[in-house]
């Protein structure tokens, strides 16, 4: 399976931006799908993913409300809108999946995922 992650640049505060994962290979309608950010100096963390079954999308606190993560299983694609920009949001994004339902508990560990793209960056200026 192959992830390629796009949709990044260069944006002002308040601003909205939509990125975008395609996989290829495998059966993309039973992976659970999520991003993960890594700011300049520090370690990637969580933002956000669906599980492969879909009942809901979880959201790391930092991004609730202002993040929202949607898949399209015809084009094999899971994308990221993020509204309201911060410049702490400046980050290198990373998709990434694994096979089946991801256990709970590890959502937000990023050694539970199998796989993943290249990353895509975004800059919000203040």
């Known amino acids: 399976v192959q992830l390629q992650a796009y949709g990044g640049g260069l944006v002002q505060a308040g601003d909205s931006l939509r990125l975008s994962c395609v996989a290829s290979?495998?059966?993309?309608?039973?992976?659970?799908l999520g991003w993960f950010r890594q700011a300049p100096g520090k370690e990637r963390v969580f933002v956000a993913v669906?599980?492969?079954?879909?009942?809901?999308?979880y959201y790391a606190d930092s991004v609730k409300e202002r993040f929202f993560l949607s898949r399209d299983n015809a084009k094999n694609t899971v994308y990221l809108q993020m509204d309201s920009l911060k410049p702490e949001d400046t980050a290198v994004y990373y998709c990434?999946?694994?096979?089946?339902?991801?256990?709970?508990?590890?959502?937000?560990?990023?050694?539970?995922?199998?796989?993943w793209g290249q990353g895509t960056l975004v800059t919000v200026s203040s």
């Open positions: 669906r599980r492969w079954t879909g009942e809901r999308t």
């Open positions: 990434a999946a694994t096979d089946g339902n991801i256990i709970i508990s590890q959502m937000t560990n990023d050694r539970a995922y199998d796989y």
């Open positions: 290979g495998g059966t993309f309608s039973r992976y659970s």
